[in-house]
């Protein structure tokens, strides 16, 4: 748990992104140098007490400490990996000189550095096969007196360095094949899925606005013959005062009706779901509204994110629709507001929509329901918005913002 937090640490998504194509790779460097750089920093504690000091491998742990946070800041890591390969070199040569040369079990070491190196990378495992045949080489002719026995154990060390190298790349090649195919087979089921999200999302596309098609013809006719009928209704018991209130009932609460059925239908649309139509239906309805009563009104929109393909959830646009009409009729009726303004910015993560009006802002009164904010406050939290209202003597600024997700676009 902890290795992997140190890793998710020092390859940040952004990084991840950035070495996509490399990100096994890279992966495993940043997994081997976390591993290696705390066992050089407890090897030498216990052999610090026998001759000579392994101070060298402190050095090793503190270039292993500057890869990481090289790859972390800068996305860099070969240049400072190469150098911390040739210093391991030269640490262990130097080590191996000191504790008996080519006889030294520290000339075991390099086995393991090449071990590293190919597990790293098979191309770098290919030239530490050299790197490690010359530093036996240099190793043996260090030596004063070379002995038969010495020259066996520089043979044995060579064939040993070979032998191990092509192992090594054998069962590295293996993995990367084994990792080939299991990506192969990842790659056809992410595809297999896409396909069938994008069929999904289209039968689901199809339906909304055939939905939205049949309903408005359904309840746009049968509306519009309640209005005529009540409008010849109208006419026929002019001499009737008492009736006329009722019909002139009738017929508001059928245009009202009619206006909220619009208001569905279109939220029940599949296009609804795009921020930018969601502000076109709103600033068209803003600059209708506002102008019987002679109130300035202006809108303006704003995206700050790279994907085009921003969705609102599903119906989400038929709240928010909800929320500023009542919070523009609010405007209207209670703020004596000369001029409103209506804003919209999309985001990575979410759309910000506010409502911004040069009135004069009213404290709720204890103890009195303030049922245009209480709803406004209710649909926010059944639909994950964060709903915020800022008054003061300068006007009100009511806003929302709405999570938004990605589509797919072919």
Not at 103 to 120: C, I
Not at 254 to 267: E, K, N, P, V
Not at 295 to 306: C, L, P, Q, R
Request: aromatic share 12%; glycine share 4%; with cysteine.
């Amino acid at each position: 748990m902890i290795h992997e937090k140190l890793i998710n640490y020092f390859l940040t998504p952004e990084l991840r992104n950035k070495l996509h194509p490399e990100y096994d790779e890279v992966r495993t460097i940043v997994s081997g140098t976390i591993v290696a750089t705390t066992l050089l920093l407890i090897l030498p504690i216990p052999l610090f007490f026998f001759p000579p000091p392994l101070i060298g491998y402190y050095g090793l742990a503190g270039l292993g400490i500057c890869i990481l946070f090289s790859l972390k800041y800068y996305g860099i890591y070969w240049p400072p990996l190469i150098l911390l390969m040739l210093s391991s070199y030269w640490v262990i040569v130097n080590d191996t000189l000191e504790t008996g040369a080519i006889d030294s079990p520290a000339v075991t070491t390099l086995y393991l550095l090449l071990l590293t190196g190919f597990w790293f990378n098979r191309r770098l495992g290919l030239f530490m096969i050299c790197f490690n045949i010359l530093a036996i080489i240099f190793i043996f002719y260090s030596i004063q007196e070379p002995t038969e026995q010495n020259l066996y154990a520089v043979v044995s060390h060579i064939v040993l360095t070979i032998f191990f190298g092509v192992f090594f790349w054998f069962v590295q090649e293996q993995h990367d094949a084994a990792r080939l195919q299991i990506r192969e087979q990842q790659h056809i089921r992410i595809d297999l899925l896409d396909r069938a999200v994008k069929d999904r999302t289209q039968q689901l596309s199809t339906m909304r606005q055939n939905l939205a098609s049949d309903f408005h013809d359904e309840t746009g006719n049968m509306l519009s013959a309640i209005t005529r009928q009540a409008a010849i209704l109208k006419l026929k018991l002019k001499d009737q005062p008492t009736v006329l209130a009722v019909v002139d009932n009738i017929i508001m609460n059928s245009d009202q009706l009619y206006a909220s059925s619009r208001d569905f239908l279109w939220s029940v649309n599949n296009n609804s779901d795009d921020p930018q139509e969601l502000f076109a239906y709103l600033t068209s309805f803003g600059q209708v509204f506002y102008n019987q009563f002679d109130i300035a009104f202006s809108a303006k929109s704003a995206i700050y994110t790279v994907v085009e393909s921003v969705q609102l959830q599903a119906f989400a646009s038929r709240h928010i629709i909800f929320i500023f009409k009542e919070a523009m009729t609010n405007v209207a009726k209670h703020s004596g507001a000369r001029e409103v303004f209506l804003e919209m910015a999309v985001f990575q993560d979410h759309v910000s929509i506010s409502l911004q009006d040069d009135g004069s802002w009213k404290e709720p009164q204890e103890g009195q329901p303030h049922n245009g904010l209480h709803n406004m406050e209710k649909r926010s939290r059944e639909n994950d918005f964060r709903f915020k209202v800022y008054g003061s003597s300068q006007g009100t600024r009511l806003q929302i913002e709405a999570p938004v997700h990605f589509t797919i676009v072919e």
